[in-house]
């Protein structure tokens, strides 16, 4: 078998007559498919409202800045996949407050949560749903501050769970199972929210100087195009994923290998991890030629040795829509030949 890599990115629909047309009419950073895939993204997830940016990170960054905050204590995840969540705190000048996360459900621990809020309390909360595995929103929402859900790998999941966080972010990058080349979007019921950022993102509308900083953070019509075009395919795509999802589950004998919360019913990783504190498993699918990762890493340093200990023994195996039944079935095999 040849080499199997963890994520193969399928070609975005290029020649598709709506690229084409957008070319042909100069549609490339402005145009209609912008305010199309946003109506169509507020629908897709039951939100009023639904902002197109540059990237997630300006997601992020404006989803913040909508909430007109001064000196806001921000809590952000002790362990995650990149940097952009506390670099968005800290481009606002807020503060950063680290919350170990769960082993459960990925996300913000409860108890350690509890226990910030006792400590020196906290303005907004920053949830994500890591791995498309849905943040339990409605235990964060007691503490009275706006959460902020970060589904920037949730984006198929929360099609179907619906969230309930003040504001969700979502990123179109390409490494993600919904991509646009790049992109993000701000989610949420506010028409002041609305307002302020249709207004930070860019400053076409902008007269003259007025002693307020605008920015670049508008997503290209071109991106939006695509996103347009993936839309119209988002429900075979899921069901693709998840057709992925349950062969890994009922075909691993080593059951205790599975994360359970990726497991649950409307959930669609976006990456498939598996749980081992014996390394040379993994050792083991490399020498099969298959790609297995280590997706978290820490954002505050040194981690509890607990934390440490957990997030160290998973990692990803291969899950893309585009898998093939035969490398599903060598990767099984592969797996169960070790355990």
Known sequence: MSRI???????????????????LANQLVTGPHINIF???????????????????????????????????????????????ITNAVLANGFEVVFCEISPNHLSLAEDALAALFQEKQF?????????????????????????????????????????????????????????????????????????????????DSQIDFDGRARYNLRMANLHAAFGCLQLDKLIDERKSLLKIRDSYISGLCGKNLLVAAQCEAGVVPWRFLIQSEETKLFAHLSLANIQSDKEMAE????????????????????????????????IIQSINEWS
């Open 123 to 203: 303005d907004v909360i920053i949830a994500p749903s890591h791995f498309g595995i849905p943040a339990p929103i409605e235990n964060y929402k007691k503490y009275g501050v706006p959460v902020i859900e970060d589904a920037c790998q949730a984006f198929f999941t929360r099609t179907t769970i619906k969230s309930i966080a003040d504001i969700m972010v979502l990123s179109f990058y390409p490494t993600k199972q919904f991509n646009c080349i790049e992109g993000g979007a701000v989610l949420h019921n506010s028409l002041d929210q609305n307002q302020i950022i249709e207004d930070l993102r860019y400053y």
């Open 38 to 84: 946003e109506k169509g993204l507020a629908a897709c997830f039951n939100y009023t409202y639904a902002n197109t940016t540059s990237s997630g990170f300006a997601a992020l960054f404006l989803a913040l800045k909508s909430l007109k905050l001064k000196n806001a204590k921000v809590v952000v995840p002790a362990i995650s996949t990149c940097q952009a």
């Open 299 to 330: 954002l505050q340093k040194p981690a509890s040795e607990t934390q440490q200990h957990w997030f160290d023994s998973f990692q990803s195996i291969p899950y893309f829509s585009t898998l093939k039944s035969e490398e599903q079935h060598f």
């Open 5 to 23: 890599p963890k994520l193969r990115i399928s070609p975005l629909p290029y020649e598709d007559k709506l690229i084409v047309d957008a070319f």
